[in-house]
């Protein structure tokens, strides 16, 4: 089952993320440069929480599913994209409420919730599935991997422009949204990839 079609999405959000927090913060809430860049680092920060926190559920929950494993946060980042979106078409260009603390809380969870699938995606998800489907060749799990994280970097790329025309287009709530639905897209395309993973840590547990 290919991969690549999701994984755009993933490090795309990360990358918008590093790249326009500090100046949403900055425009939006109205932080000072340098008070907006240090509070962009939590982003980071709950991201290395976030992903600990999928090891330890793929291992001790879904009984070493990773795939299986990043579904559900993948959803829980489209939702917390989604409120994130609504908090800013709410305010319609009043000032942030409670000070843009609830920004900051909404930031925090998103780079919770998406560093883990992040990971996985970008990492052992593809040479996982060639050992499950007993792909024995090294360099076809080699090319695998290569053409994953060569799609993630497109999406990365792109975000740069595409963030941009979205802000001036849409607001910072048509941003948000949007990447929300693209982590629901996401969620679709890995039902097959996560299939597969399930049928055959099953059979491994029959053997």
Known sequence: PPLPPPLPAAPALRYC??????????????MAASTSAMVATLFDVAGVLGSITSGILADSVYEGRMLAVVQPFIIATALALGG???L?????????????????????LVGFLIAGPDGVLGGAAA??????ANVSDGSVAASASGLVNGCGSIGAILQGS????????????????????????????????????????????TR
Do not use: Q
Request: net charge neutral.
């Open 88 to 108: 800013c078409s709410f305010e319609a260009g009043g000032p942030p409420i409670y000070g843009g603390a609830l920004h900051v809380l909404a930031m925090g």
């Open 17 to 30: 993320m590093m790249f326009w927090l500090p100046y949403f913060f900055t425009k939006h809430i109205g």
């Open 84 to 86: 994130w979106a609504a």
């Open 162 to 205: 595409l963030a941009a025309s979205l802000v001036d287009v849409a607001g910072w709530s048509g941003l948000f949204g949007t990447l929300g639905a693209a982590m629901l897209v996401t969620t679709l395309t890995l039902r097959t990839a996560v299939a597969v993973e399930t049928k055959a840590m099953d059979e491994r547990k």
């Open 127 to 132: 040479r996982n599935l060639c050992d499950y």
